[in-house]
């Protein structure tokens, strides 16, 4: 018999953790993350996401056993700014249906107990973060800040009532591949005919130009299906936690009249390094790897890659996707990950595939409408 946990001690928070590295150990396909970044997210103290967001974790046992858990997550930014009357899960893990459907029951209870009246995830906490559940290229490793999930959790969750509510859609261009002709000879002409300035990340004002990005996001992506802008202590979080491994050379600024005009941000897939650290340790010997990760990270993650609305449709974002790859090429990375971009944002997913770029990987968010 499948038992339901509340999660209130340090002991509990534990074992929600370590579960999936229980679970996965001898899954060849799962990558580790850091358990220090994954601990740090249930800390108020720490993630600011708890500002405005309250998360209760609960754990499924059998026999004293965890066998699963999931996340109940409360966020008022986002119903505040969609006039939405949302509950998320996030941080979902299941030893089979059974244990499912017991930990989606428990969600579905605390969104009546609130008077929610309907249910969406996975967020794991938010789609500022890692979201939906893989349906294909189970094979492949994630790239930094997406998630994994194996293909029962699909059906896992459709038994539970939920249904497909948006895809998120990765793409994948390679070294070999490079950008194709056309688009590089466009870009080109799109240049001759515009005034405008490309530069990199000055890490000597690392702050400022970390400010001027996600101000530039927020205001670009504050329409966008779901979006919820970042606060002013979650921009600093992640500025903190990104330096260590930015690549100043792979975040580009398209200036015009000074004015910050588009964006592409590259992250380093910095999950080649914890691919690594099996345990997701750092202690005693994974310290090590990650310092050296220089040596062998070729991979790099593209998720943001924008305009500003006076801007578009000109051409300029085969500008942004040329000096993305070449600099890209010049700094030796052979892969790229552009991810995620919603199934719908067809401007965006036309010039991708355009440029050369294949649809390799989806991801699903599911939504439950409940009856009042």
Not at 74 to 94: P, V
Not at 151 to 180: C, F, H
Not at 185 to 202: C, P, Q
């Amino acid at each position: 018999m499948v038992e339901i946990k509340y999660v209130d001690s340090k002991a509990d928070l534990k074992r929600f953790v370590n579960y999936p590295y229980q679970k996965y150990k001898n899954d060849s396909n799962w990558l580790a993350p850091l358990r220090i970044g994954e601990f740090e997210k249930f800390e108020p103290e720490k993630f600011p996401f708890h500002e405005h967001a309250r998360v209760e974790l609960y754990l499924a046992e059998k026999a004293g056993n965890v066998v699963g858990r999931i996340a109940v997550i409360d966020d008022d930014l986002h119903n505040q700014t969609h006039h939405d009357n949302m509950l998320f899960f996030g941080f979902f893990e299941a030893e089979n249906n059974d244990v499912a459907q017991s930990l989606y029951k428990i969600v579905e209870e605390e969104a009546i107990k609130l008077g929610r009246g309907r249910i969406r995830g996975p967020v794991n906490p938010s789609l500022n973060d890692s979201a939906g559940f893989q349906i294909d290229a189970y094979d492949s490793d994630p790239y930094i800040m997406m998630p994994q999930s194996p293909p029962e959790y699909i059906e896992y969750v459709q038994n539970a009532g939920y249904t497909k509510i948006k895809d998120l859609y990765s793409w994948r261009i390679t070294a070999e591949t490079g950008l194709s002709d056309r688009v590089s000879k466009l870009a080109e002409r799109v240049a001759k005919r515009n005034d405008f300035s490309i530069r990199s990340l000055n890490m000597k004002n690392y702050d400022a130009e970390v400010e001027k990005v996600l101000n530039f996001y927020n205001d670009v992506w504050e329409d966008n299906w779901g979006q919820v802008k970042y606060t002013e202590a979650e921009a600093k979080y992640l500025a903190k936690e990104l330096k260590m491994i930015v690549d100043p050379k792979m975040v580009i600024f398209l200036e015009i009249d000074n004015e910050l005009a588009g964006l592409a941000v590259g992250f380093p897939d910095i999950n080649q390094v914890f691919k690594k650290i099996a345990s997701g340790r750092l202690f005693p010997f994974g310290i090590f790897k990650l310092l050296l990760k220089r040596f062998y990270i070729n991979k790099i993650r593209l998720p943001i890659l924008g305009l500003a609305p006076d801007y578009r449709n000109k051409g300029l974002e085969l500008v942004l996707i040329k000096e993305f790859g070449d600099a890209a090429l010049a700094r030796g990375y052979k892969e790229a990950e552009c991810s995620w971009i919603l199934e719908d944002n067809d401007a965006i997913n036309k010039g991708i595939k355009a440029a050369g770029a294949e649809l390799y990987k989806t991801y699903r968010i599911f939504q439950k409408e409940l009856v009042s």
